[in-house]
């Protein structure tokens, strides 16, 4: 006779904000087997719009707006998934209206903040920590799909943490944890990684536009560029990646983007110009290229 094992049953979940990380992980969850019994908007309405998306759902999520957390439902997990500057005030109000409800988890979804932003719930009996997806979601149904698989950055109590990586394992993603103390560090090199890339990608655009193309041409030319460079990247590290004009230290090179880039309408696109071009030269001094090529390139950015 063979023994089967007994399934592990999934923690009750009630999601706060229903944005598209939310609503994202909403999907997420319920299609892993975690049963979504509420979702909190701002608005009843975007509440309600956000649990119709699981609509297969039984029984179907409480759809409730930000003024009814009196009547969240007892689940295993509260899930925090606002804007940053709401976390505070969610969680002081949520210890309010849980009074006698402990020893359950809530978690946050902030990149930026530590656990210690629901200090109001841990004192009230809580284990507390947060989960942040290291991935960009622009739409909650696509946005569930690149949940999984992704990497989650988690910290909290330890009972806080063992539940997190259970659902970062249940969503085959992958975990790791950081102090307290460096999660506005962490959130910002995850800035300078998408954010910051969506902007600087627009400036390219921009300087293609001033070419005389579309910006939706620009856009179109540009995107298979940035998807090689990518798959650099997977491939090897940021300096074995680099290509292109730095990488062959292209002194005269430099002198034609920089004098193209000096007219007025161009000087932001200028001095990010010079900015990360500053950081292409170390790149490409690890990689042994000439110092001579390369302090020439350094003057010419430093002007």
Not at 36 to 62: G, S, Y
Request: glycine share 6%.
């Amino acid at each position: 006779m063979t023994k089967t094992k007994t399934q592990r049953r999934k923690a009750s979940v009630s999601i706060i904000g229903a944005g598209r990380l939310g609503q994202a992980l909403a999907i997420a969850l319920q299609s892993s087997g975690y049963p979504i019994l509420a979702l909190v908007a701002r608005r009843r309405q975007k509440a309600e719009k956000a649990a119709a998306l699981l609509a297969d759902t039984k029984p179907m999520p409480r759809a409730l707006a930000a003024n009814q957390l009196m009547e969240l439902p007892r689940t295993d997990l509260i899930l925090i998934a606002t804007p940053d500057d709401a976390i505070e005030e969610t969680a002081r109000r949520l210890a309010i209206f849980t009074v006698g409800q402990s020893r359950r988890t809530v978690l946050h979804t902030s990149g930026a903040l530590s656990s210690e932003v629901l200090a109001p719930l841990a004192a009230a009996g809580f284990q507390t920590g947060s989960i942040h997806p290291l991935v960009s979601i622009s739409e909650p149904a696509s946005g569930a799909e690149t949940l999984r698989g992704a990497f989650y950055c988690l910290e909290g109590t330890r009972k806080a943490k063992l539940l997190a990586e259970c659902i970062v394992r249940d969503l085959g993603g992958h975990s790791f944890s950081i102090k307290p103390e460096s999660k506005a560090l962490y959130h910002a090199a995850a800035v300078m990684a998408s954010p910051h890339l969506v902007a600087l990608f627009d400036l390219a655009t921009e300087m293609l536009a001033a070419c005389g193309l579309s910006k939706r041409k620009a856009q179109k030319v540009l995107v298979p560029l940035l998807e090689s460079t990518v798959n650099n990247l997977k491939a090897s590290n940021s300096e074995k990646a680099l290509t292109g004009t730095f990488a062959r230290g292209d002194v005269a090179t430099v002198r034609r983007h920089l004098r193209a880039l000096a007219g007025e309408e161009l000087a932001e696109a200028l001095d990010v110009y010079k900015l990360l071009g500053l950081r292409s030269v170390q790149l490409a001094e690890k990689n042994g290229l000439d110092p001579q090529l390369l302090d020439q390139i350094r003057k010419l950015l430093l002007r």
